[in-house]
C-alpha cells in the first residue's frame, strides 16, 4: 500500500508536490496503489515514484516527469500524458487504453504487455533497439 503521507503531500497540489520533492530528492514516493483518478498532476515532478498498481484513471498528468517510475499495473485509462517525460518508466501491463500520450518521451520505456487500445500514440518519442548479429549471438 501506498505510504499515506506521500499520498497526502501529492494531494495539496503540483506545488507543494513539487517543492516537496526538492526537498526529498534521495526519497522515492511510495504511491503504490494508492487512488489518484481523475487528480491533476500536470508538470508534477515524480521521477523514479512507485506507482504500480495506482488507480490514475483520467488523470492529468501532461509534462509530468515520471521517469524510471513503476507503473506495472497502473490504470492510466483515459489519462492525459501528452508531453510526460517516462523514459525508463516501467509500464508492463499498465491499462493505457485511451489514454494521451502525444510527445510523450517513452524511451527505453517497457510497455510489455501494456493496453494500448485506443491511445493517442502521436508524435511519441521512442527509442528502437536494433539487435546486431554476430556469429549467431547478439
Same mark, same amino acid.
Given at each position: 500500500?501506498?505510504?499515506?503521507?506521500?499520498?497526502?503531500?501529492?494531494?495539496?497540489?503540483v506545488e507543494a508536490c513539487n517543492q516537496w520533492?526538492?526537498?526529498?530528492?534521495?526519497?522515492?514516493?511510495? &504511491?503504490?496503489? #494508492?487512488? +489518484?483518478?481523475g487528480a491533476d498532476l500536470r508538470? /508534477?515532478? =515524480?521521477? @523514479? !515514484?512507485? $506507482?504500480?498498481?495506482a488507480d490514475l484513471i483520467e488523470a492529468r498528468l501532461a509534462g509530468a516527469d515520471l521517469s524510471g517510475a513503476d507503473l506495472r499495473l497502473a490504470d492510466l485509462s483515459g489519462a492525459d500524458l501528452s508531453k510526460a517525460e517516462l523514459c525508463e518508466a516501467a509500464l508492463s501491463r499498465?491499462? &493505457?487504453?485511451? #489514454?494521451? +500520450?502525444?510527445?510523450?518521451?517513452?524511451?527505453? /520505456?517497457? =510497455?510489455? @504487455? !501494456?493496453? $494500448?487500445?485506443?491511445?493517442?500514440l502521436g508524435r511519441i518519442a521512442m527509442a528502437v533497439q536494433r539487435i546486431r548479429w554476430t556469429n549467431g549471438c547478439c
Amino acid at each position: 500500500m501506498a505510504d499515506e503521507s506521500h499520498v497526502s503531500v501529492l494531494k495539496q497540489g503540483v506545488e507543494a508536490c513539487n517543492q516537496w520533492r526538492e526537498q526529498n530528492l534521495s526519497v522515492e514516493p511510495d &504511491l503504490r496503489r #494508492a487512488e +489518484l483518478g481523475g487528480a491533476d498532476l500536470r508538470w /508534477a515532478q =515524480l521521477p @523514479g !515514484a512507485n $506507482l504500480s498498481e495506482a488507480d490514475l484513471i483520467e488523470a492529468r498528468l501532461a509534462g509530468a516527469d515520471l521517469s524510471g517510475a513503476d507503473l506495472r499495473l497502473a490504470d492510466l485509462s483515459g489519462a492525459d500524458l501528452s508531453k510526460a517525460e517516462l523514459c525508463e518508466a516501467a509500464l508492463s501491463r499498465a491499462n &493505457l487504453s485511451g #489514454a494521451n +500520450l502525444w510527445r510523450a518521451d517513452l524511451v527505453g /520505456a517497457n =510497455l510489455r @504487455g !501494456a493496453d $494500448l487500445w485506443g491511445t493517442n500514440l502521436g508524435r511519441i518519442a521512442m527509442a528502437v533497439q536494433r539487435i546486431r548479429w554476430t556469429n549467431g549471438c547478439c
